[in-house]
């Protein structure tokens, strides 16, 4: 049997048609397998949808409630039967009820991983390794100069940049689901134990991360704060905000950004980024390859990003490997933050 | 080097003046002797490296990465040594405990042969991560380029010790690096360091803009009058070093050494002294325009057919130092005489004094700046910026203060020209649309572009224009966005400026010189904005500068 005889890749997403379903599809399909909620993974419209709880609660928020026809919840662990297949979803390390997509039929393993990260995160559970045939693998920092090993360091480098420009505010630009959230729990490790600042499109996700019991600390809102209130302080808000008239509430802010693509000088600069804080859900070069190799497959299909180079070392290591052109993944920024409107308060 | 390292990645993000210095001084206050030093040393420019070039890195890297990798990568990255930076493979984990220090690099390369460094840098970029080796491999191949310039460094470091800029600046050509004697001078605990150098660049005095409506609260015989000239402000110096030897340097008024570039002046400067000068450039008698001097700037050789097509002069103002006597506390009429007499010591032909404007009432000196060539400057005119007004009591007071010296332009050239893109600015400025690309009517009626300008106008100014960019887009293209500009709708700009020279770079086939924006003409149609004709007869015979 040929993996495609269980999962085959469309421009619109992974389809498995023994199962009759489909994985993160990005039009409207009757039945859908999420793996995550950024928008770009989890669209509404489908007719059932099956994730985890959280992936449901976040699609809700969302979305609304009528996001989708019928709605499954998946326990991590869960062996489902579907169709000719057997499916369980596995942690995946990325955000809060992010998972892997394990789909089995015949003896034959085929692993969807949807976005994923090989390093701790203390607002989401650990990716768990799935040994598999054929590992379907995200490449969003698929280039050797992607590396982005010290978090912890990075929220050391804006703590120093608080500390020496007090009269200032700073502005940490981060996705609004699951970086944001995790930006926040690595200021409480490193111990600062102030209010952090939020910007309003953060506040349902944030608020539902700290009712599934991750601790945040105290969060405010920075509507009707005055400016000089908001000197010396940390706001985290989309990047999208950095550049808005929003900003100009603040004084002489900071612009910070925590994203994998903060490795890159030019990136950071087109941003406008004064301090680029590399700090990434996505697996870097080292965790991709290293993810890749300890799954034991012998065939890699690559979803998004930079396929070329991920597909060209899969080769060199004697890996059968294809990128596949689905269309719409990698811009979760884009669709998950839309810019509020201009004149905004 | 990681801490370095931080200030470099810091210092390379932050626009701001301010906040860079801060960053610098907070670097030099925290780190010990004698790693700052010679990171001050590096921030000034005063290191240089022979052997480290970028082919050896380009051999280590292909050595250690595949191919194919690597060319994606670089593709992507778009530079050679973040690339390297980035991708050189070195496991954490196994990186050794101890990694360079700043001086452990300047010291090591100092001594190095060129077949050793191979070696010591793969042993230096395996014991750094990405930000360190990526400042390493800034330190080692020179070319800092985060926007920081030497003054700005000297700024921070005497910050340290509460000492204005120019204090620092008038010892550092005596000081080497790792800068001990200045740190602990700064610290308190050390004497200030004395310059040896025989040929010290002096801070230079600057003068404050005059409006013609300040005239009313100045005494006309209290200041005497020079041409103010379209050149290069310096400052040449001449002395005798230990061994009496003869040492001539010329330097930019913000101290920068810029010899290398005038070897054909050097040789005037037969005489110990420092004359406060304008460099132009001299054909036949007559002072040419900056559009001919610009032709001798940013050259790496210096030809002998360059110095013989635009021979170099230097038009003397100022005299601060003499065989052993500083002037400075002189008045300038005092100065002025010294001058005079010691250029006529000289008496070199490439060194001649800059003549005064005369005049015994406001109305006389209005009338001169208004038609210098009538005015005394004759054939030269075209080369006269404005004049500036000098107090006969002034002493020569390092940096910009305010009362003794006035510098009065001439009218700038004015258009009316409408806007056509905006750009979103950076830092204070990255939520408003600041950069503005302005166009005029062409025989066909369609605007082209003929500038871009990015000051000029106040703060309200600001937030008006932006509010007309975010309301009336018509397209988007990334950070830019183009405006409506129809000939009865859009917003005209009343844009002043310098000079205009043909350009076969903007499609308009004009270059201005210091576009700004002086009004924003809400009142007047975009129809009546100004024709390209207009600057096409402002151009003058030989493509210079004409006044308006």
């Given at each position: 049997m040929r993996p495609e005889d269980i999962l085959v890749p469309t421009p619109s997403g992974v389809c498995c048609k023994p199962g009759g379903f489909h994985i993160d599809p990005t039009r409207p399909v009757d039945k859908a397998l999420i793996t995550h909620g950024h928008s770009d993974h989890a669209r509404a419209g489908h007719g059932a949808v099956l994730a985890t709880q959280e992936t449901l609660d976040i699609m809700r928020l969302r979305y609304g409630d009528n996001f989708a026809g019928s709605t499954q919840a998946v326990a991590y662990g869960e062996t489902l039967k579907l169709g000719d297949t057997t499916v369980s979803f596995y942690p995946a390390g990325h955000v809060l009820g992010s998972a892997q997509i394990k789909v089995e039929r015949k003896g034959?393993?085929?692993?969807?991983?949807?976005?994923?990260?090989?390093?701790?995160?203390?607002?989401?559970?650990?990716?768990?390794l799935v040994p598999c045939d054929v590992f379907i693998s995200e490449a969003t920092f698929g280039l050797p100069v992607f590396r982005h090993h010290d978090a912890a360091g990075e929220v050391s480098k804006l703590l120093r940049s608080v500390a020496l420009f007090p009269e200032r505010a700073h502005l940490v630009g981060a996705y609004s689901l699951g970086k944001a959230q995790r930006v926040i729990a690595l200021l409480r490790a490193a111990g600062y134990d102030k209010s952090i600042y939020l910007h309003g499109a953060m506040e349902k996700i944030t608020a539902y991360y700290q009712s599934r019991g991750i601790d945040l600390g105290a969060v405010e809102f920075v509507r009707g704060a005055k400016k000089s209130e908001l000197a010396g302080t940390i706001t985290i808000c989309p990047p999208s905000a950095m550049t808005d008239l929003w900003s100009r509430r603040f004084p002489d802010p900071v612009a910070a950004f925590a994203s994998g693509w903060m490795r890159v000088r030019a990136r950071a600069r087109q941003r406008g980024v004064s301090l680029p804080?590399?700090?990434?859900?996505?697996?870097?070069?080292?965790?991709?390859?290293?993810?890749?190799?300890?799954?034991?497959?012998?065939?890699?299909?690559?979803?998004?990003?930079?396929?070329?180079?991920?597909?060209?070392?899969?080769?060199?290591?004697?890996?059968?490997?294809?990128?596949?052109?689905?269309?719409?993944?990698?811009?979760?920024e884009e669709s998950e933050n839309p810019a509020p409107p201009e004149g905004e308060a | 080097?990681?801490?370095?390292?931080?200030?470099?990645?810091?210092?390379?993000?932050?626009?701001?003046?301010?906040?860079?210095?801060?960053?610098?001084?907070?670097?030099?206050?925290?780190?010990?002797?004698?790693?700052?030093?010679?990171?001050?040393?590096?921030?000034?420019?005063?290191?240089?490296?022979?052997?480290?070039?970028?082919?050896?890195?380009?051999?280590?890297?292909?050595?250690?990465?595949?191919?194919?990798?690597?060319?994606?990568s670089y593709d992507y990255v778009g530079d050679l040594s973040e690339t390297v930076a980035l991708m050189w493979p070195s496991d954490p984990a196994q990186r050794a405990n101890k990694t360079p220090t700043v001086t452990d690099v300047v010291e090591t390369l100092s001594t190095l042969g060129k077949a050793q460094l191979p070696a010591q840098m793969t042993r230096w970029l395996d014991a750094l991560d990405e930000n360190g080796r990526w400042a390493l491999l800034k330190l080692v191949t020179g070319g800092m380029r985060i926007g920081v310039s030497a003054r700005l460094a000297k700024t921070a470091a005497a910050s340290l010790g509460d000492k204005a800029?120019?204090?620092?600046?008038?010892?550092?050509?005596?000081?080497?690096?790792?800068?001990?004697?200045?740190f602990a001078w700064l610290e308190g605990r050390g004497d200030k360091p004395t310059n040896l150098d025989p040929a010290p660049f002096r801070p230079a005095m600057l003068a404050h803009a005059l409006e013609e409506t300040d005239l009313a609260g100045l005494d006309a015989a209290d200041f005497m009058a020079e041409w103010k000239w379209d050149g290069i402000r310096v400052q040449a110096v001449s002395g005798v070093d230990q061994d009496g030897n003869k040492v001539a340097r010329l330097y930019s008024r913000t101290g920068e050494d810029i010899s290398k570039s005038f070897p054909d002046l050097l040789p005037s400067l037969r005489l110990p002294a420092a004359i406060d000068g304008e460099l132009l450039i001299l054909r036949d008698g007559r002072v040419q325009s900056f559009n001919v001097l610009q032709q001798r700037l940013n050259r790496k050789t210096v030809t002998a057919k360059l110095t013989t097509e635009f021979p170099i002069h230097l038009h003397a103002y100022d005299l601060l130092y003499e065989s052993g006597d500083d002037l400075r506390d002189l008045p300038f009429a005092d100065r002025r005489a010294r001058l005079e007499a010691f250029l006529a010591k000289l008496n070199d032909p490439r060194i001649d004094i800059s003549p005064l404007v005369t005049f015994d009432t406001w109305p006389q000196l209005i009338a001169a700046r208004a038609d210098p060539a009538a005015g005394g400057a004759g054939l030269d005119a075209e080369a006269v910026e404005g004049v500036m007004l000098k107090r006969r009591d002034a002493p020569y007071s390092p940096g910009r203060p305010k009362g003794p010296w006035w510098k009065w332009k001439r009218d700038p050239m004015i258009i009316d020209a409408v806007l056509m893109y905006a750009q979103r600015g950076h830092g204070k400025r990255s939520s408003f649309y600041s950069d503005y690309t302005f166009g005029v009517w062409n025989g066909d009626d369609q605007l082209v572009?003929?500038?871009?300008?990015?000051?000029?106008?106040?703060?309200?100014?600001?937030?008006?224009?932006?509010?007309?960019?975010?309301?009336?887009?018509?397209?988007?293209?990334?950070?830019?966005?183009?405006?409506?500009?129809?000939?009865?709708?859009?917003?005209?700009?009343?844009?002043?400026?310098?000079?205009?020279?043909?350009?076969?770079?903007?499609?308009?086939g004009v270059a201005m010189r210091f576009p700004r924006i002086s009004r924003l003409r809400w009142d007047k149609p975009p129809r009546d904005a100004d024709r390209l004709e207009t600057l096409e007869k402002m151009l003058d015979k030989s493509g210079n500068k004409v006044p308006a």
């Open positions: 034959l393993r085929i692993v969807a991983s949807g976005d994923y990260k090989d390093v701790p995160d203390p607002t989401c559970l650990p990716f768990e804080l590399v700090i990434s859900d996505h697996a870097d070069w080292d965790g991709l390859t290293a993810t890749i190799a300890a799954t034991g497959c012998s065939e890699l299909w690559v979803t998004h990003g930079q396929e070329d180079a991920l597909v060209h070392w899969a080769q060199t290591r004697g890996m059968k490997a294809r990128p596949l052109d689905i269309v719409g993944y990698g811009d979760e | 080097m990681n801490r370095f390292a931080e200030l470099l990645d810091r210092l390379a993000y932050e626009p701001g003046r301010n906040n860079k210095i801060r960053l610098i001084a907070d670097y030099l206050r925290k780190v010990e002797d004698p790693d700052r030093g010679y990171a001050l040393a590096a921030l000034t420019g005063a290191l240089s490296f022979k052997h480290a070039k970028a082919g050896m890195i380009r051999t280590l890297i292909a050595e250690r990465t595949d191919p194919a990798l690597f060319a994606l800029p120019d204090e620092v600046e008038i010892i550092w050509p005596g000081l080497e690096p790792p800068y001990l004697e200045l572009p003929v500038g871009k300008a990015y000051f000029g106008f106040t703060d309200d100014e600001l937030k008006e224009i932006d509010r007309f960019v975010r309301r009336n887009t018509v397209n988007k293209f990334g950070p830019v966005r183009e405006v409506t500009h129809e000939s009865d709708t859009g917003l005209v700009l009343e844009v002043a400026f310098e000079g205009l020279q043909r350009s076969t770079r903007h499609k308009s």
